[in-house]
């Protein structure tokens, strides 16, 4: 696969307005490369994101980074990891309070598109249920992430990293002590 192809794609998702009624109006926030080994998908950009074009800019990004066990400059190395979520703009807030999900229109557009022109993948986290739900379809979060080892080598399924899942994480000692050094030991291997 060559790099001006995936460029070339890339460069029309920037330029996406299929969404032009999200409340921020459309920016497309992620990254891609023809020699990353690791992807990420996520769910949606966040206003943090939104703002900077930079991709888990925010809260949610450190606690990710800790998670993996990578300094911001590895993780924002696109020669050696991709981050697609499954909508590429902030979607917006839903009335009781939390972003709204990713637009459905958005990953069947451009996930195939921009995915396949990444050959040396060897690892993809599905950080969250809206990701998951994509590439696994649906099933429960904690219960994926609990089987994460049935997934891999080619998939590890993360909970979303808000703070929203502190409660979780001391509910699931075994995410800590199980789950968090294989995943971490994966991403040192491909990286």
């Not at 020699?35 to 074009?53: C, F, W």
């Not at 499954?86 to 807030?93: D, S, V």
């Not at 990444?118 to 219960?143: C, D, F, H, K, N």
């Amino acid at each position: 696969m060559s790099a001006a192809a995936l460029e070339r794609v890339a460069a029309e998702a920037r330029a996406c307005t299929l969404c032009h009624d999200l409340p921020l109006g459309p920016r497309p926030t992620f990254r891609v490369s023809v020699t990353a080994r690791l992807l990420i998908i996520g769910q949606a950009p966040g206003t943090k994101v939104h703002a900077t074009g930079i991709p888990w800019n925010d809260p949610s990004g450190d606690r990710l980074r800790a998670w993996l066990g990578i300094d911001r400059d590895t993780f924002y190395d696109a020669a050696r990891i991709a981050i697609v979520p499954a909508g590429l703009c902030y979607p917006g807030r839903l009335p009781g309070g939390g972003d709204a999900p990713p637009k459905p229109v958005c990953a069947p557009t451009w996930h195939p598109r921009l995915l396949p022109l990444m050959p040396r993948i060897a690892l993809t986290l599905l950080v969250g249920s809206y990701a998951q739900a994509l590439v696994l379809g649906p099933g429960a979060v904690g219960e994926r992430v609990r089987r994460f080892s049935e997934l891999l080598p080619g998939y590890f399924p993360l909970p979303h990293p808000s703070w929203r899942t502190t409660g979780w994480e001391r509910r699931n000692p075994w995410f800590t002590a199980d789950a968090l050094p294989v995943l971490r030991a994966e991403v040192a291997k491909i990286l």
